[in-house]
């Protein structure tokens, strides 16, 4: 007899959807405004696909996307940070000439 709470497993699959839907958001807001936006938003279709299809393929397929999506931010952002002269040892600032 059902007694409309859901099981463990149904409440596992919904962490695992939100904590998706959290990354992807993330990654969204990380790629805004560079040319990498566009993966993102792809990425996120395939997500949304996937969560409605509940196909393995599809999942597989999405999260794919999903991490090619982030490590293409995460390039992009690392060469514009390089770019502005950050992120290399050569910009640090060391007065006590302690660091080689």
Known sequence: ???GNPTANALAQNEVKRQVREGVNQILVAAKGT???GDAKRA???YLAAENANST???KDAMSALLKAQEKVKSEKKTY????GFGTTSNVQ???GIRK
């Open 44 to 46: 996120q279709e395939m």
């Open 94 to 96: 060391d007065p006590l």
């Open 1 to 3: 007899m059902a007694s």
């Open 57 to 59: 393929e599809a999942w």
């Open 35 to 37: 040319q990498t936006e």
């Open 81 to 84: 940070i390089k770019s502005r």
